[in-house]
């Protein structure tokens, strides 16, 4: 199999995010196996490690990372952000706090930011890089 880009792959696990986030939207069991294999099109054994992190993370810390989220929120709240938006911060959240020990700020930032950039409207990639800046700090 081809080496896979670092940003396919993030791209790959907010994919997989979204679909999680959908799933507990519509009040079903959360299939992360299905989540991971529909976001990469592969089958779950060959799909990035990164992105199967990414997806158990998100279920294993979701109430945490939205709370973490929602702190950092003035006068909005997460259930109101697009659905992506919020795939993209729970990514961010968990690269940084539990995938990723060690990894940089900025480099998690910046992951997000290209996604909100690509799949977000024009100007919302400041809201993430502001909330992300503000979250992404190590005691």
Known sequence: MNQIKR???HEMAMKA???ELTYVHMGEEVDVKKAVEAATELPYEDAPR???EQAIAALKYLDECIALIQG???GWTFERLDR???AIL???CNHFFHVEEGIDK???INSAVELAKSYLEEKDYRFV???LDNILVRP
Do not use: C, G, P
Request: glycine fraction near 0%; charged fraction near 20%; avoid cysteine.
């Open 72 to 74: 950092h929120m003035r």
């Open 129 to 131: 890089n502001a909330i």
């Open 17 to 19: 995010v979204y679909n």
């Open 7 to 9: 940003r396919d792959m």
């Open 106 to 108: 900025s480099i998690v």
């Open 84 to 86: 992506v938006e919020q």
């Open 50 to 52: 990164f992105v199967k």
């Open 90 to 92: 729970i990514n961010a």
